[in-house]
């Protein structure tokens, strides 16, 4: 960059940074916390350790907005330093490339902010139980399936959010028939909500020995990892508790002990698993977080559809619909079919760079919200 686009751009991003601190309201958020810090003062804080859990939770989710705010514009400051640095040293390279390299760093901060504005979902803010499943074409498909967990993994790995592998089934020659993950981290299924759908991957298929081009499909479910306040009724007689010995690849133990959980919800169907912990009770409470999520998005699921059928001229992708095509062959480009937004770098999106299409995804889900808005007015 020049002195002259770093100086354009000091002064396009404090803008964007001072609109975002209206939209987000900081000076209300900065409010909260020392409302906060004063409830955790309370000498009897601790002796609720749920709510005391909860109340440094928010804390920490404020804080984190706030310092991010303030962090960028430090960093727009000190670009403004560098620049006053380079007209005493007479125009030193390294001063510049200095001063842009914090110029990009900003970048990429507010472009995360941007993003973040558009997560004001009922639940955005929620943890994620994300389900992968191969489709039919064994070998192919569950070799797919087992690319889209690395990609997962990664891009989770890249948000800094914690992901734990609660099941996951492999296939009898390569990849995975299925895997359920649970994501931790600051608005992780407000993100991952983007993913839900069947993903297609056309190559040329490295098990077959004629080199022929193959199409495969594998589906991704994301769902909420709802709290305590939501209420979902469980019957026991509606649940069948199956127990097991934990195994990995190749039908290795993990332990000698039936610590592996299996819960069969009768009247929908739905079955989750858990065998990431020597623990049952631990998996046990997995488990049940899994399957209180799961239930929760098909009853949310179900509300949508009957949404979208009263609004025909309204419809979206709905769930389990082909929402990404990924081409390795003959020209490498993936797609999604929502938004439309294409990227060339098939690599970079599969090792986790999918912070663009979840993006295009949030934007067009934000101005159809508006439609919806407008029209019922």
Partial sequence: MTREEIRTAISDLRQRLVELGGIFDLAQKRARVEELDAISQDPEFWNDGDRAQATMKERGELMDLIERFEGQLEGLDEAELYLELDAEAEGDPQVIADASE???????????????????????????????NAGAGGTESQDWASILLR????????????????????????????????????????????????????????????????????????????????????????????????????????????????????????????????????????AMKMLRAKLYEREMQERREKADAEHADQKDVAFGSQIRSYVLHPYKQIKDLRTGYTEGNVDKVLDGGLDPFVEAYLLKAGGQAEDVEDAEV
Avoid at 105 to 126: A, N, S, Y
Avoid at 151 to 172: N, P, S
């Fill in 151 to 286: 990609m997962y993994l990664r891009y989770c790995e890249q948000k800094g959010w914690k992901v734990e592998i609660a099941d996951q089934q492999f296939g009898d020659e390569a990849g995975i028939k299925s895997a359920d993950l649970r994501v931790e981290g600051s608005f992780a299924f407000g993100h991952l909500k983007a993913e839900s759908g069947v993903h297609r991957l056309v190559r040329i298929s490295p098990f077959d020995s004629a080199k022929r081009r193959h199409t495969s499909f594998a589906a991704v479910s994301v769902a909420p990892e709802i709290d305590d306040d939501i209420e979902i009724e469980i019957n026991d007689s509606d649940l069948r508790v199956d127990t097991y010995r934990a195994s990995g690849a190749g039908g290795q133990h993990v332990n000698r002990t039936d610590s592996a959980v299996r819960f069969t919800h009768i009247p929908t169907g739905i079955v989750v698993a858990c065998q990431n912990e020597r623990s049952q009770h631990k998996n046990r409470a997995t």
């Fill in 102 to 132: 914090l110029i990009e760093g900003v970048e990429r901060e507010v472009q995360t902010l941007e993003t973040r504005r558009m997560l004001g979902g009922e639940h955005d803010d929620l943890n994620a139980i994300v389900s992968i």
